[in-house]
């Protein structure tokens, strides 16, 4: 471990791991029982992850951007015995929904907290069976109330493998912990942990903290979202850090325009790009696309291919199927299905959904994509997110592709809105570049002869910035909820030869 002015040899961090598993025990969490964990990206969180595994206990961390009432929640929700809670975060506790756990409270690093775990005894090391949970990860509720996925030791562990090899896992690396650890996205740590690799942390993202850090701590290889990469790429003073020591940058969460993944390859010219697809119900990585996929990508002018989200991990079962459950030829658009060793189970106390989701030992992603020849995939919406506009259906992220390539766009987002004439209407949200505009009319313009008519979004709203989930995914739930209620609030241009001519004011 490397974090900050300290530095933990593997030996140290299993002592510090072992008798902090005594702390628990001694706070009254038993075996099969689960705590809770509110904190940022920092060693003391990884040794608390840890210290559940040792003692059979089930880590259950939480989203710190939550408000109190969504953390009471998923504290109820999991039966949680016990709160550890970073020092930022102690006056949440003072609010009436968490007002309850404030005696079930354990604030992480304080002089009490290293007492307790310096007079802790280790106990003995859990042995667990391979289908008993390892940790409770809460989905980012950005469908609804959020659900708590079952994740076992088989599932953690097999995809800590899978990524050992699709990843080429190194024990020399230092893979720096960028995405939160309340995510699924950060399991892709286990694989570093498996073959011994050093891990370093970043609470705060900001581009300067994170070059910095990159630099500090020699890190090597880094799983980071489009939205973080991009910002960081616009850092001003990026040239003045050194960066000798990055050989992998690993993004995912969300696609990431191909103009980006070229720039990513040019400003980090002594690092490979390597993209990944996955969910929290699949521990999380399904699907890769590698190194050497990108390299000849760009190499053979292929930049298509650069839109793929890769192959299968080695272990997969992966196929497109219809509604009824049938595959579907390759080529056509189906939902993914999966089977494999890192898949879950299913979710806590929710047997309908469970039963939804994972029907004759496939889960269903609930994400539309096609697959190639070569079975290569290629995401193309949420199933949820499709736009059925005329009685055509549209793919937002196909039209997102064709917006994001005109210069004046920052971030985009299609979503779909209410119309009398064709039952939903493509209203495409735009973050400008910095002093940048744009209009429906000129956006039309642009989308001509790149999609056909039906998909050109006629209605455009600008924005300051997106709403997004902790991994920076933006909220589509959220855009939808702002442009389609009652009162007016934020304008939306419509295009001059849009069906509905007229100016209209949505929130």
């Given at each position: 471990?490397?974090?900050?002015d300290?530095?933990?040899?593997?030996?140290d961090?299993?002592?510090r791991?072992s008798?902090?598993a005594?702390m628990?025990?001694?706070?009254?969490?038993?075996?099969g029982?689960r705590?809770a964990?509110?904190?940022?990206n920092?060693?003391?969180?990884?040794?608390l992850?840890?210290a559940?595994?040792w003692?059979?206990a089930?880590?259950?961390?939480?989203n710190?951007?939550?408000a109190?009432?969504e953390?009471r929640f998923?504290?109820?929700?999991?039966?949680?015995?016990?709160l550890?809670?970073?020092?930022?975060f102690?006056?949440l506790?003072?609010?009436d929904?968490?007002e309850?756990?404030r005696?079930?409270?354990l604030t992480?690093?304080?002089?009490?907290?290293e007492?307790?775990l310096a007079?802790?005894?280790?106990?003995p090391?859990d042995?667990?069976?391979e289908?008993?949970d390892?940790?409770?990860?809460y989905?980012?509720?950005?469908?609804?109330?959020?659900?708590?996925v079952?994740l076992?030791?088989?599932?953690?562990?097999?995809?800590?493998?899978?990524c050992?090899a699709a990843m080429?896992?190194?024990?020399?690396?230092v893979?720096?912990?960028?995405?939160?650890?309340?995510?699924?996205?950060d399991?892709?740590?286990?694989?570093?942990?498996?073959r011994g690799?050093?891990?370093a942390?970043?609470p705060?993202?900001s581009?300067?903290a994170l070059?910095?850090?990159i630099q500090?701590?020699r890190?090597?290889?880094m799983?980071?979202?489009?939205?973080?990469?991009?910002?960081?790429?616009?850092?001003p003073?990026?040239?003045?850090?050194?960066?000798?020591?990055?050989?992998?940058?690993?993004?995912g969460s969300?696609?990431?325009?191909?103009?980006w993944?070229?720039?990513?390859?040019?400003?980090?010219?002594?690092a490979v790009?390597?993209?990944g697809?996955g969910l929290?119900?699949?521990?999380p990585?399904?699907t890769?696309?590698d190194?050497?996929?990108?390299?000849?990508?760009?190499?053979?002018?292929?930049?298509?291919?650069?839109r793929?989200?890769?192959?299968p991990?080695?272990?997969l079962d992966?196929?497109?199927?219809?509604?009824d459950?049938?595959?579907?030829?390759r080529?056509?658009v189906?939902e993914?299905?999966?089977?494999?060793p890192?898949v879950?189970g299913?979710y806590?106390?929710?047997?309908?959904e469970?039963a939804?989701a994972?029907?004759?030992?496939w889960?269903h992603t609930g994400?539309?994509?096609?697959?190639?020849e070569?079975?290569?995939v290629?995401?193309v919406?949420?199933?949820?997110?499709?736009?059925?506009?005329?009685g055509?259906?549209?793919?937002?992220t196909?039209?997102?592709a064709?917006?994001?390539?005109?210069?004046?766009?920052?971030e985009?987002?299609v979503i779909?809105?209410p119309?009398?004439?064709f039952g939903?209407?493509?209203l495409?949200?735009?973050v400008?570049?910095?002093?940048q505009?744009?209009s429906?009319?000129?956006?039309v313009?642009?989308?001509?002869g790149?999609?056909?008519g039906y998909?050109i979004?006629?209605?455009?709203?600008?924005?300051?910035?997106?709403?997004?989930?902790a991994?920076?995914k933006?909220?589509?739930t959220?855009?939808?909820k702002m442009?389609t209620a009652?009162?007016?609030?934020v304008?939306?241009?419509?295009?001059?030869?849009?069906?509905?001519?007229?100016?209209?004011d949505?929130k």
């Open positions: 471990m490397v974090a900050d300290l530095t933990y040899t593997w030996a961090f299993i002592l791991v008798r902090l005594g628990l025990e001694g706070l009254g969490v038993r075996r029982e705590f964990i509110l904190a940022r920092t060693v003391r969180h990884y040794e992850l840890h559940g595994y003692l059979g089930i880590p259950v961390p939480v710190v951007r939550l109190p009432p953390i998923i504290l109820e929700d999991s039966g949680c015995k016990l550890a809670v970073e020092p930022a102690l006056d506790l003072e609010t929904a968490l309850p756990w005696k079930n409270a992480i690093g304080d002089p009490r907290y007492v307790l007079e802790a005894s280790p106990p090391l042995d667990p069976r289908d008993d390892a940790i409770l990860l989905t980012g509720g950005t469908t609804g109330r959020s659900k708590g079952r076992t030791h088989k599932n953690v562990i097999s995809n800590g493998m899978q050992v080429e896992i190194r024990p020399d690396d893979y720096l912990h960028v995405a939160p650890m309340f995510h699924s996205a399991l892709l740590g286990t694989g570093y942990t498996l690799a050093a891990h942390f970043l705060q993202f581009p300067k070059l910095a850090e500090r701590a890190v090597t290889v799983m980071a979202s489009p939205t973080v990469i991009i910002v960081t790429l616009q850092e003073d990026f040239d003045k850090y050194d960066l000798s020591s990055f050989r992998r940058l690993f993004y969300a696609p990431m325009a191909v103009e993944t070229r720039r990513a390859m040019e400003r980090f010219p002594r790009l390597q993209q697809y929290t119900e699949t521990s990585i399904l890769t696309l190194a050497d996929q990108h390299v000849a990508a760009v190499k053979n002018g292929n930049y298509d291919r650069l793929s989200v890769g192959r991990l080695m272990g992966l196929r497109l199927v219809d509604d459950d049938n595959e579907v030829p080529g056509s189906g993914i299905a999966v089977r494999g890192n879950t299913g806590l106390n929710r047997p309908q469970t939804h994972i029907r004759d030992g889960f994400d539309l994509a096609r697959m190639d070569d079975g290569f290629y995401l919406d949420r199933k949820k997110d499709m736009i059925i506009t005329g055509e259906n549209v793919y937002c196909e039209v997102e064709a917006v994001y390539q005109h210069p004046a766009v920052h985009a987002a779909g809105v119309d009398e004439r939903e209407a493509l495409a949200v735009i400008p570049a910095a002093g505009s744009l429906a009319d000129e956006l313009a642009h989308c001509r790149r999609i056909g998909k979004p006629r209605r455009i709203a600008l924005m300051k910035e997106m709403p997004k989930s991994m920076g933006i909220l589509k959220e855009l939808r442009f009652a009162s007016p609030a304008p939306v241009d419509v295009a001059a030869d849009a069906p509905t001519r007229q100016k209209v949505l």
